[in-house]
């Protein structure tokens, strides 16, 4: 399926989760063709750079001048029936365009969405789950537990800021869910990698999903996979790197695949 073109989206309400993890609720007219099941997707959202109005023409144009600021974002959910699209910012400090839009949203407010693209869903070919990631992968995490059958087992490491952070999650009863404080995300330390070293390894073929900063997450993929974990069961992905901006961070990223391949 062909990637749908920007969309002019409005906000339909806002309100905070935790401290540090705050609710937008887009909405709009032109939906109907908005894909089912892509929660976890990653999409673009478009923000008017300071004094621009947004319309389609803007969000569409080529000139580097006019473009709207883009970010990249995961959708959280999408009710059809109430032409609702839930994306959840991660409040971080220092503040980026896309976090300091979200904190002062207001219904009615405009905003660009582009995408959204393939859902990232964990392999449920497995005989047990791992999800690893701090709160900027938390909303995509939560997108999967809630895809998860009933009898799932496993393990699910989240890395939030503080403990007022900690937000209720629909998941298996068997999965267990292992809550990190860190109050300094933008300092690097080993704490979500070392807590991964430490799971028991349980019985049977395991599926890894796991997302966050960068260079935890190398970390985390080197140890799953000389662990065994096959690769056709293993997601892995730095949403943000300490001291980069997206711009910079998405290019290092593209780097990197090429080199992959």
């Keep these: ?57 803007s969000l569409a144009t080529n000139d580097k001048a006019s473009r709207p600021i883009v970010r990249t974002y995961t959708l959280r959910q999408f009710n059809r029936a109430e032409r609702e699209i839930v994306v959840d910012f991660l409040m971080h400090e220092p503040a980026g365009p896309a976090s300091s839009w979200a904190a002062n949203a207001q219904a009615g407010d405009t905003v ?27 909303p995509a995490i939560a997108a999967n537990l809630e895809q998860l059958p009933d ?3 496993g393990y699910a490491v989240l890395e939030v800021i503080s403990d007022s952070d900690k937000i209720p999650l629909q998941k298996p009863a068997n999965l267990e ?9 933008q300092t690097p330390n080993d704490t979500l990698f070392d807590t991964v070293k430490r799971l028991q390894w349980l019985a049977g073929n395991g599926a ?6 960068s260079g935890a997450i190398k970390q985390i993929r080197r140890y799953l ?12 992905s730095g949403y943000w790197q300490i001291g980069m901006t997206e711009d910079i961070h998405q290019e290092e990223k593209r780097k990197e695949t090429d080199t992959d391949n």
Excluded at 14 to 27: K, Q
Excluded at 177 to 185: A, D, E, G, R
């Design 112 to 138: 660009g969405f582009a995408g959204p693209g393939k859902p990232k869903w964990v392999n449920t070919a497995a005989d047990w789950f791992l999800f690893a990631g701090d709160m900027s992968a938390l």
């Design 1 to 57: 399926m062909n990637r749908p073109g920007p969309r002019l989206l409005s906000v339909k309400r806002a309100y905070h989760l935790s401290p540090n993890m705050r609710r937008v609720i887009l909405t709009g007219d032109n939906l109907d063709d908005f894909p089912e099941h892509h929660e976890s997707a990653n999409f673009k959202l478009l923000l008017p750079k300071p004094g621009q109005s947004l319309n389609l023409d």
């Design 177 to 185: 869910v292992i809550w990190l404080i860190n109050p300094t995300p």
């Design 208 to 213: 890894a999903w796991v997302a966050g900063e």
């Design 225 to 236: 996979k000389d662990k065994g974990i096959d690769k056709r069961r293993l997601y892995a």
């Design 151 to 153: 009898n799932a087992q």
